[in-house]
């Protein structure tokens, strides 16, 4: 009988989960975190002093769909020698905001996988640019793509791991004018996602068979729970 009892005490701490990571309709989230960014497809070395952070805010309109803006700041680094090759560190501090559509794969299990795209606007200031010519400060517009995967942690709570391609809209991201092509940087998010606002219980995602709307209990006899006992010992 004590199997039978753990049995289904197992069970019901397995619906529990289940029902804790159930979706809505539909969500408003804000979520905040950590960037590492760095330089792909430019002139200038890239290092590894590089860091950043973003926050956003975001509406999912269905189970797998949503649209997010995201703000973020990005501190990026790379190195390039000068006439005297003496070797001269850049720095790029970027500010971006972007418009992103979400597309989420597996919507209803705890650990959920995405893609996204969208464009946006950047902000830059340049410190030992290698042209001259090139602003310090100067603001210009990028094209995202991208994936990542929210992990349930509680309730209304999500860890967020998350990969990202810009390409931006010139070639001076870096300081370095050139005719190659824009420039371009990727970025590694890890942070956290809160629901603050959720609408009707998500049926897509309801574990429970379509058309099963009543329970019946049934008082199970000497030889139910023998049998019962039975199937758990094979």
């Not at 792909?40 to 860091?51: A, D, E, R």
């Not at 970025?187 to 959720?198: C, D, E, H, P």
């Amino acid at each position: 009988m004590k199997k039978i009892y753990f049995t289904i005490v197992l069970l019901l701490m397995v619906a529990v989960g289940v029902s804790q990571a159930q979706l809505a309709t539909d969500s408003w989230a804000f979520g905040f975190g950590f960037r590492y960014p760095r330089f792909i497809g430019v002139q200038v070395t890239p290092t590894h002093s590089n860091y950043g952070g973003y926050f956003s805010l975001q509406r999912n309109f269905s189970e797998q769909f949503g649209l997010r803006f995201k703000g973020g700041f990005s501190h990026m680094e790379g190195t390039w020698t000068n006439l005297n090759l003496a070797t001269i560190t850049e720095s790029t501090n970027l500010l971006s905001g972007d418009f992103d559509f979400m597309l989420y794969i597996i919507p209803c299990e705890p650990v959920s996988p995405y893609v996204y795209s969208g464009v946006g606007g950047t902000y830059k200031m340049l410190t030992n640019r290698a042209t001259a010519s090139i602003d310090e400060n100067s603001t210009g517009a990028e094209w995202n793509a991208g994936f990542g995967v929210e992990w349930n942690l509680v309730k209304d709570w999500k860890i967020v791991s998350e990969f990202g391609y810009h390409s931006t809209s010139n070639s001076e991201l870096d300081g370095f004018l050139s005719a190659n092509g824009n420039d371009s940087y990727w970025g590694i998010n890890i942070g956290v996602l809160y629901s603050f606002a959720q609408g009707e219980p998500s049926k897509l995602c309801e574990p429970c068979p379509t058309g099963i709307t009543t329970m019946v209990s049934k008082d199970l006899s000497l030889d139910d729970l023998n049998k019962i006992e039975a199937m758990i010992v094979k």
